[in-house]
């Protein structure tokens, strides 16, 4: 049992280099095959047991308004050295535990190798119909790189590539 405790702390130490407030912008192809512009940010924080990593994009409309998207999701150590579950829901007993795929709901996790924070996303269709969206946060001089991408049963549909300068 130490063992697995002490991979959790050798892991949960890895986040100390990825904690900030990071933004940038980004071109993104819309469906229409337009380009837009996305202003995106992340806060990554330590928690008593893990980390958080909230991130935001705005999207500007041609008409003004803005469509501005939030996540915030805790992850805390497994016994797997540098991988990390999320910690998105309460059970009966005030445990967190993972959100259940089969109920629509998006299966995460996370994993630090070397300088790259991956943050993984799994939803199943209705219809049995998967995406993955896979976000990699790589530090280099002055912020992150941010690389995304999303596939759909296999096929990619999306790949935004930006960097984030640190505040």
Do not use: C
Not at 19 to 25: A, D, F, I, P, Q
Not at 31 to 45: F, K, W
Not at 94 to 121: A, N
Request: aromatic share 10%; charged share 25%.
């Amino acid at each position: 049992m130490a063992a697995v405790a002490l991979s959790g702390q050798i892991a949960f130490a890895d986040i100390s280099r990825f904690v900030g407030e990071y933004s940038g912008r980004a071109e993104v192809e819309t469906r229409a095959g337009d380009i837009s512009l996305r202003d995106m940010s992340v806060v990554i924080r330590e928690t008593k047991i893990g980390y958080s990593v909230t991130w935001t994009s705005t999207t500007e409309k041609d008409d003004g308004r803005r469509k501005v998207k939030s996540y915030q999701i805790e992850f805390q150590p497994t016994e797997r050295d540098g991988v990390f579950s999320a910690a998105m829901k309460r059970n009966v007993f005030g445990h967190t535990e993972q959100l259940d795929p089969m109920k629509g709901e998006p299966y995460v996790w996370s994993r630090i190798t070397g300088d790259t924070l991956t943050v993984f996303s799994m939803f199943v269709a209705p219809n049995g119909d998967y995406e993955m969206q896979q976000y990699d946060r790589s530090l280099i001089e002055g912020g992150l790189q941010l690389n995304f991408n999303s596939h759909r049963n296999g096929i990619p549909t999306r790949f935004i590539s930006t960097f984030l300068s640190r505040q």
